[in-house]
């Protein structure tokens, strides 16, 4: 419509262009809506090759998924392969989300750690093998030369420092508070010290390393040979309790899905005991042994 004042026509601008851009803008903003959610709910089909981490400081796992992917994934109907992944909580994020079928790189009290500081939803479905920990020096040829006061370094997180602890007992070099569980032990739990041990915590991965300035370390084998420190120093190598099993871990809610029932059944074949008893692989052998009674 235009209005006529003197020589000059006035028009009213349309609204229409308006009207239409707000529309657009609307319609964008909810089929990106639809978009996010229908990617949220996005169902996750696992096919029949399925992608198992493994902690590359660890190379024994690779070696077990790589045995049961030649030797028993077959019988299944299924495939392994092998993903190594440095960052855990990447990897139990990527188990939860299902981009990764399961993990193999932790027992239940670490995973339990990992669940109460980010909310992963992850069950630990099975135990699988366990960890060989092992009593080093480089000053002593056995335990009973180690002289009362002497330094012990151990792992300074809770759940390992527990099984050190624990492993220490054992092989009765100390006595813990009867009043808690040994595998939550730490340090002020230590109840009998008849060598007057003392003690030093430090992260896992350095223990090798300090070895040169304590009287022993103690923590994973596995450690220790990456490390390039023989076997032949190791004082003691107590057997872990079954609590510290490693688990095959699955996201939650895909417990129910085929496929990973199919993986569990890999994973529970007595094959991989008879693997863990009988291999000569330096990488496996002593490193991970089958799954203990006690």
């Known amino acids: 419509m235009a209005k006529t004042e003197g020589n000059f026509q006035i028009k009213k601008r349309s609204k229409l262009p308006l009207i239409i851009g707000v529309v657009l ?15 949220k709910n996005e169902k996750i089909v696992f096919g029949d090759s399925l992608k198992v981490h493994f902690s590359p400081s660890y190379a024994g796992e690779e070696r077990i998924i790589k045995f049961l992917d030649e030797h028993v994934a077959p019988d299944y109907g299924i495939r392994l392969e092998a993903v190594p992944l440095t960052d855990g ?40 093998f366990q960890w060989g920990f092992g009593l080093y020096s480089d000053k002593y040829a056995s335990i009973d030369d180690v002289p009362s006061g002497a330094l012990v370094a151990l792992p300074s997180d809770g759940a390992n420092q527990g099984q050190a602890l624990w492993l220490l007992q054992r092989a009765g070099l100390i006595g813990l508070n009867k009043s808690i569980e040994p595998r939550t032990a730490k340090l002020k739990d230590i109840v009998e010290n008849p060598r007057d041990f003392k003690f030093k915590e430090f992260e896992l991965e350095t223990l090798p390393r300090v070895l040169e300035s304590v009287d022993i370390s103690i923590g994973y084998i596995s450690n220790f040979d990456a490390g390039k420190i023989p076997r032949s120093q190791g004082l003691l190598f107590p057997k872990a309790p079954q609590t510290f099993a490693c688990q095959l871990v699955i996201g939650t809610k895909f417990l129910d899905d085929p496929q990973i029932k199919k993986l569990r059944q890999v994973f529970a074949d007595p094959r991989l005991k008879t693997y863990l008893e009988t291999t000569d692989d330096p990488l496996v052998q002593g490193v991970l042994t089958a799954v203990s009674d006690d």
């Open 89 to 128: 909580t990447q990897a139990d994020r990527a188990v939860a989300e299902g981009t990764l079928a399961a993990s193999i790189y932790q027992h239940q009290w670490w995973l339990k750690q990992v669940i109460e500081a980010n909310g992963f939803e992850l069950t630990p479905t099975l135990p699988i």
């Open 25 to 39: 803008v609307a319609l964008i903003a909810i089929g990106g809506i639809f978009y996010a959610t229908s990617q």
